[in-house]
């Protein structure tokens, strides 16, 4: 009894947190905002982008302003030199701050590339480092920012509180402090109270409308934060784009180690060993000429037979490098070859002014082939569609079919690795597949011609 009995507890509470969660859900988002983790956490940065600020700033101007007035001698150099290293250390602390307080996570800038060791060369790479004069420009402009951001969200935020909350204290004023109320007007004759019941509900209303507002005030304050320090603070474009580069050198190479790693695999495993058996069958044929014509004639048969075989093997092994076809015809016929070979009807229409460039235009048709394979053999699809056209300086691709869906692009599938081929090339992948499907797949690829 007593296991019952503690199981159906822990049941019945976990279908209380439940409906307590639920009952959160259902509570509006204009109505949680204020109580809301994300409001307090952004409200903290803007109070603490101030004091911050204000030491950054102070620092950036007396550290610049000494440097430059120094430069006619040579200190002026290595104090400036320090100056801007000093700000890229405040830009670690300011991205730091970002990334816990507004869960903003920007990546580290290029470090400084120094052609030898010594102090000449750190302080050459720093002041020659876009980087750096960056960081400073972060401290000059974010200090007003800070200061204006401050005022607006601590006084939207005391106000609205305190007027929401005005019927709680408003027996203070009369009890401690002397007065009828918070007063709106004052002078030697007369003075204005909020002391009546409907013009105390009125102003807790006003502070209501206040206190709701404030989470998107702030929000929409730390929004411009957001942009400084990422466009700042972050990795210039440059360097991104090089990373990227780098990223998708790494992928070109690891897929084509790939490709001729498959190829040697299906020679040696399919065409290589039917000639090594071939070879074989044909000294044993030509042992038994002599002595059993019939059975020699019989070999040479069946190792006409194998030749058949091989052929067909370096045939497909050929038509998957590259195809004839594509490189006679293009991509209209080489994608209806592909359909024609599926396992489901496929309509194929290509729609292009002219042909791309050898390497985009392979690209696209190995796409479009595995896309048909993954249908014929996961997709339990009664029809397919394939279209090709361009838009601009894109081509674009569309696989569809009626199947089952599901298709997933994330984890170690093959979509994923064909997502990563076309981000070799600057191209997009983008799967739309429903549970029950239909799936749409669209590929994006850059235009060359």
């Not at 075989?309 to 080489?334: F, K, N, S």
């Not at 249908?375 to 696989?399: G, P």
């Amino acid at each position: 009894m007593a296991t019952e009995y503690g199981q159906g507890y822990g049941s019945h509470g976990r279908f209380d947190l439940d409906e307590r969660r639920r009952g959160r859900r259902r509570l509006p988002t204009a109505l949680r905002a204020p109580l809301e983790a994300r409001h307090w956490r952004e409200f903290g940065y803007v109070l603490l982008s101030l004091p911050i600020s204000i030491l950054l700033f102070t620092y950036a101007i007396t550290m610049v302003s000494l440097g430059a007035g120094l430069l006619i001698t040579f200190l002026g150099i290595p104090v400036l030199a320090g100056a801007l290293a000093g700000c890229r250390g405040f830009g670690a602390l300011e991205r730091a701050r970002a990334r816990g307080l507004l869960h903003l996570d920007v990546a580290d800038p290029e470090p400084l590339r120094m052609k030898k060791n010594g102090p000449m060369s750190w302080m050459g790479a720093v002041l020659k480092s876009g980087t750096s004069w960056r960081h400073l420009l972060y401290a000059v402009l974010h200090f007003p920012w800070a200061v204006f951001s401050f005022v607006v969200a601590l006084s939207f935020w005391a106000y609205g509180w305190a007027m929401l909350t005005y019927p709680l204290w408003f027996w203070l004023f009369p009890m401690y402090g002397g007065g009828g109320g918070l007063q709106l007007y004052g002078d030697e004759h007369h003075r204005i109270y909020l002391d009546n019941p409907f013009e105390i509900t009125v102003t807790a209303l006003v502070g209501l409308l206040f206190t709701l507002a404030t989470p998107w005030i702030v929000r929409a304050l730390t929004m411009v934060d957001r942009l400084m320090v990422h466009g700042l603070l972050g990795p210039s474009k440059l360097a991104t784009r090089v990373v990227e580069l780098e990223s998708d050198r790494g992928v070109v190479v690891d897929t084509a180690a790939a490709d001729l790693r498959r190829i040697e695999r299906d020679l040696h495993d399919g065409a290589q060993a039917r000639l090594v058996a071939l070879a074989m069958d044909l000294g044993l044929a030509k042992e038994k000429l002599t002595e059993d014509p019939e059975a020699a004639a019989r070999m040479v048969g069946e190792a006409h037979g194998e030749v058949k075989t091989a052929l067909q093997e370096l045939r497909d092994l050929a038509r998957g490098i590259h195809p004839a076809v594509l490189t006679d015809r293009g991509l209209d016929a080489a994608l209806s070859s592909v359909a024609s070979r599926c396992t489901v009807p496929v309509q194929v229409d290509v729609d292009l002014p002219a042909r791309p460039a050898a390497a985009i235009e392979g690209i696209a048709y190995f796409t479009v082939s595995e896309l048909l394979q993954n249908i014929s053999k996961h997709a339990k699809a009664t029809s397919a569609a394939v279209d090709v056209w361009r838009v601009e300086n894109r081509l674009m691709l569309q696989v569809v079919d009626n199947g089952v869906g599901g298709a997933d692009a994330s984890g170690g599938s093959g979509l994923a690795g064909l997502a990563g081929r076309l981000d070799a090339v600057d191209g997009i992948l983008v799967v739309d597949s429903p549970a029950g499907g239909p799936t749409r797949i669209t590929a994006e690829l850059p235009w060359r011609g």
